[in-house]
């Protein structure tokens, strides 16, 4: 239970919606018995001198820090851990008595999640993509290491290769080569290549479909670490099993971030494997992900959930054509059911009586074949409906950042809304998504974000998706 004693941890970062460090988190202090809680804060740039000046005045023990804010924080710090000087950027700030110290857990976790595999980087050739925030800790890492390494970056950043491949050859004392990253430099690179790294975001959520390495270029017994982890097993992962490569793939490295930040909080040895499995099931459904294996069952349904405004009627018209299956709206045969609008169940019944009758059509539509269910926004939180779902339809997520909802979700609509009530409509939407959030990942066999996607872009990912299935 929460009392004035429960220490407070949490991640600064925007957005952090997606993040799925305070599943992690929690469920370990969980795990141990700690009184702790982790919370994601969105913090804007122009907020990030406040947010960390409310770490001290608020006595939070610590914090995650994700993109933007990553090397934006260290000037607001006071002591900065070495390697996190060295590289540059902080993941994590421990806050002893207001005196805020940086780490860097990003490669730590690196080199643990690549030591699990029995892969030692000592004497190592290895190939690293990309010279953003990620690929700063991990080159920094191999390069302590021992492992000899050379970094590509795409042409308009190659600057940064440059300036990444000077700092940690003169921290290593072994040269270290800068490319700009296309193929025949690719190629060239692998050749006496033992390990190759994506540290780029190529292959991220939502751009599935996409690996930064062509199929040809994988041979047997390469190592191939993808850092992405959303999805879990990504197509370049995919790929390079197929060709017989060794694979290390994100989830690994996240875990082991998360794990030593945690023992730097709480001096509390990590409950990595509780930590892992709750990752996994909070990642577990993303296309390549596998963990659902929603393949595995017979389905000719597609059931779409998500938040208010992520789009699941819009999408779900223009996939019920593309599909040639059946559109049905489960809110629309609520109001059916009861002969009022949704805003009226509530107002008048109260929310209790709504889920009711959101149970009830759903048990009558779920059975039924060839159809696209567009549910409504609380349809995950009872685990009896996505069950039910799940015997016929692949439960597709459509994800979409608070910002694009509030966008989405006309002002005024309260008619429709009832749950963002009269005041703050931003409050409202990202205290409920907040909420909400581990429930749709939960449910999904699919997660596609939608935040920066078109209708017709988001019906075409799902098929893409479905396809992979
Ligand atoms: P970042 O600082 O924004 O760096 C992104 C990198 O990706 C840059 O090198 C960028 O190149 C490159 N890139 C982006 N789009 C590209 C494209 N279309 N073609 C080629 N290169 C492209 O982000 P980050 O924090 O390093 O994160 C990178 C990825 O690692 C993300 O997917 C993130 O989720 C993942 N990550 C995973 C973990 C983990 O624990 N598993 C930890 C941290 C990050 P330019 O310089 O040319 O823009």
Known sequence: ????????????????THSVSPVMHNAAFDFLGLDYIYLPFAVTKDRLARAVDGVRGLNIRG?????????????????????????????????????????????????????????????????????????????FALAEKGARLTILNRKQELDWAVELAGSVSSFSGRKVKALELNEPNLKAALVPADVV???????????????????????PGLVVFDIVYSPVKTRLLSEAEQAGAVTVNGL????????????????AKAPVEVMRKEVARALGGTPFGGAVGAGERKTTSVALVGFMGA?????????????????????????????????????Q?????????????????????????????????????????????????????????????????????????????SLAIRELLAFRQPFYRRAADIIIDTSRM????????????????
Not at 1 to 16: A, H, K, N, Q
Not at 388 to 406: D, G, N, T
Request: a negative charge; proline letters at 3%; charged letters at 25%.
């Open 1 to 16: 239970m929460i009392s004035s004693e429960t220490r407070i941890c949490g991640l600064i970062g925007d957005p952090v």
């Open 63 to 139: 914090l995650n820090v994700t993109i933007p804010h990553k090397v934006a924080v260290i000037p607001f710090l006071d002591r900065l851990e070495p390697l996190a000087e060295r590289i540059g950027a902080v993941n994590t700030i421990v806050n002893d008595d207001g005196v805020l110290t940086g780490h860097n857990t990003d490669a730590a976790g690196f080199l643990k999640a690549l030591q699990g595999r029995g892969i030692e980087p000592k004497g190592k050739v290895v190939v690293l993509l990309g010279a953003g925030g990620a690929a700063r800790a991990i080159a």
């Open 197 to 219: 790294v994506n540290a780029t975001s190529v292959g991220m959520s939502p751009n599935n479909g996409q690996s930064p390495v062509a199929r040809e270029l994988l041979r």
């Open 252 to 267: 690994d490295m996240l875990v082991w971030q998360g794990a030593l930040a945690f023992e730097l909080w709480t001096g």
């Open 311 to 347: 789009g699941k009627t819009a999408v779900g018209r223009v996939l019920a054509e593309k599909m040639n299956k059946e559109l049905v709206e489960l809110d629309s045969l609520i109001v059916e059911k009861a002969g009022k609008s949704i805003a009226r169940i509530f107002d």
């Open 349 to 425: 019944e109260g929310e209790i009586v709504f889920r009711q009758l959101e149970m009830e059509v759903t048990r009558e539509v779920a059975g039924r074949k060839n159809q696209i269910i567009a549910c409504g926004g609380g349809v995950v939180l009872n685990k009896i409906n996505i069950d039910r779902l799940k015997a016929e339809a692949v439960v597709v997520y459509l994800m979409a950042s608070p910002e694009a909802i509030q966008e989405r979700v006309v002002a005024g609509d309260a008619e429709v809304r009832p749950l963002l009530g009269d005041g703050d409509k």
């Open 454 to 469: 078109g209708i017709e872009a988001v019906a075409e990912q799902i098929i893409a998706g479905l396809k992979r299935e």
